[in-house]
């Protein structure tokens, strides 16, 4: 019995370290995401950016959370308090548990599990209860007008995410992460199904509110969507949730087809330049696209928001899919065979 709870403590510990050596560097990576976005914003537009608070302006991730924790949280007096309450946490938390199937490395992830895609794409769908949530308890029609439009946009892309995902596996012949990643040593997915990555990049935009998809917060029109009625610490977990999605969704679109960990050199060393850090430099790569194209375009119209979504990107996925399926029943061929 003492070494069966010995055991148990032992694992329980472990998981809690691996949790504690991702969680920790993401929490970094969304703070500074918000710098990198300003920085980059300021460079595109002719200006400078954070300068201030300490050299080249490091330290203003901080001033900001400082700024957020002592300002007081206001609560509309005919909101659900519960409810109201509960939305930015869970926004926020479904952003960080749903990092606990993504391989950073060869086997390096806190749960590899078989069905690690599902896991991911379950999460990610539940992320809409947050933003109605949110909408329905503020007891505002701006709120909930804005909750509304995001429900059905990320309601909307996710259908062609889903097609995108399943041509994938479909490919591989596996539900899991790693495996997913590992059919891509002798040609990344983003090559042949170009098409696919396009549509599943430009639909992560969609999911995660950003710009030119950013109906949600259409200042001009219902003031700032969703969260119009959050101040401090609840409306920053909005705003870090929204980060900590991007960094997911650029997560997911570096695994599915940009070859996760593994190095776009081939003749370069494992041992010289380690996986992690590609997986992070293609992260960051499609983090600066993300902010490239906020800096660069309009905001959608919202009939072309939905016109894009179910006339372009449905029918583009569903065709991919059924071709790419008749391919490998045809030849009877998988990258990973």
């Given at each position: 019995?003492?070494?069966f709870?010995?055991?148990?403590?032992?694992?329980?510990?472990?998981t809690?370290?691996?949790?504690l050596a991702?969680?920790?560097?993401l929490?970094?990576?969304?703070?500074?995401?918000?710098?990198?976005e300003?920085k980059?914003?300021?460079?595109?537009q002719l200006r400078?950016?954070?300068?201030?608070?300490?050299?080249f302006?490091?330290?203003?991730?901080?001033?900001?959370a400082?700024?957020m924790?002592?300002?007081?949280?206001v609560i509309?007096?005919?909101a659900?308090?519960?409810?109201?309450?509960?939305?930015?946490?869970l926004?926020?938390?479904?952003?960080?548990?749903?990092?606990?199937?993504?391989?950073?490395?060869n086997?390096w992830a806190i749960?590899n599990i078989?069905?690690?895609?599902?896991?991911?794409?379950?999460?990610?769908?539940?992320?809409?209860?947050?933003?109605i949530?949110?909408?329905?308890?503020?007891?505002s029609?701006?709120?909930?007008l804005g909750?509304?439009?995001s429900?059905?946009q990320?309601?909307?892309?996710?259908?062609?995410?889903g097609?995108?995902i399943?041509?994938?596996?479909i490919c591989?012949g596996?539900l899991?992460?790693?495996?997913?990643?590992?059919a891509q040593?002798?040609i990344?997915?983003?090559i042949p199904l170009?098409?696919?990555f396009?549509?599943?990049?430009?639909s992560?935009?969609?999911?995660?509110?950003?710009?030119p998809?950013?109906l949600?917060?259409?200042?001009?029109e219902i003031?700032?969507?969703?969260?119009?009625?959050y101040s401090a610490?609840?409306?920053a977990?909005f705003f870090?949730?929204?980060?900590?999605?991007?960094?997911?969704i650029?997560?997911?679109?570096?695994?599915?087809?940009l070859?996760?960990?593994?190095?776009?050199?081939?003749?370069?060393?494992?041992?010289?330049?380690p996986?992690?850090?590609w997986f992070l430099?293609?992260?960051?790569?499609?983090?600066f696209v993300?902010v490239w194209v906020?800096?660069?375009l309009?905001?959608?119209?919202?009939?072309?928001?939905?016109?894009?979504?179910?006339?372009?990107f449905?029918?583009?996925s569903?065709?991919?899919?059924?071709a790419v399926a008749?391919?490998?029943?045809?030849?009877g061929?998988?990258?990973?065979a």
């Amino acid at each position: 019995m003492t070494a069966f709870f010995q055991t148990n403590l032992g694992i329980v510990i472990l998981t809690l370290v691996e949790t504690l050596a991702l969680l920790v560097p993401l929490l970094l990576g969304v703070a500074y995401l918000t710098y990198f976005e300003r920085k980059v914003m300021g460079a595109i537009q002719l200006r400078k950016g954070p300068n201030t608070v300490g050299p080249f302006g490091l330290w203003q991730p901080f001033a900001d959370a400082i700024k957020m924790l002592f300002k007081e949280t206001v609560i509309p007096a005919g909101a659900d308090r519960l409810l109201f309450i509960l939305a930015p946490m869970l926004t926020f938390g479904l952003a960080l548990i749903a990092w606990a199937v993504i391989p950073v490395n060869n086997h390096w992830a806190i749960a590899n599990i078989n069905v690690g895609i599902l896991y991911l794409f379950a999460i990610s769908s539940l992320g809409v209860y947050g933003i109605i949530i949110a909408g329905w308890a503020s007891n505002s029609k701006y709120a909930f007008l804005g909750a509304l439009r995001s429900a059905a946009q990320m309601v909307s892309y996710e259908v062609s995410m889903g097609f995108v995902i399943v041509t994938v596996l479909i490919c591989v012949g596996s539900l899991n992460l790693n495996d997913i990643v590992l059919a891509q040593k002798h040609i990344w997915f983003a090559i042949p199904l170009f098409p696919l990555f396009v549509i599943f990049f430009i639909s992560g935009l969609a999911e995660t509110n950003r710009a030119p998809f950013d109906l949600a917060e259409g200042e001009s029109e219902i003031v700032a969507g969703f969260f119009v009625e959050y101040s401090a610490m609840s409306f920053a977990l909005f705003f870090l949730g929204e980060y900590a999605n991007m960094i997911l969704i650029s997560a997911m679109t570096t695994t599915l087809f940009l070859g996760g960990w593994l190095s776009p050199i081939p003749f370069v060393p494992f041992t010289l330049i380690p996986g992690v850090f590609w997986f992070l430099l293609k992260i960051l790569i499609c983090l600066f696209v993300f902010v490239w194209v906020r800096a660069t375009l309009p905001r959608l119209r919202y009939d072309q928001l939905m016109a894009l979504g179910w006339k372009v990107f449905l029918p583009i996925s569903l065709v991919y899919l059924v071709a790419v399926a008749g391919v490998i029943e045809y030849f009877g061929w998988f990258p990973n065979a």
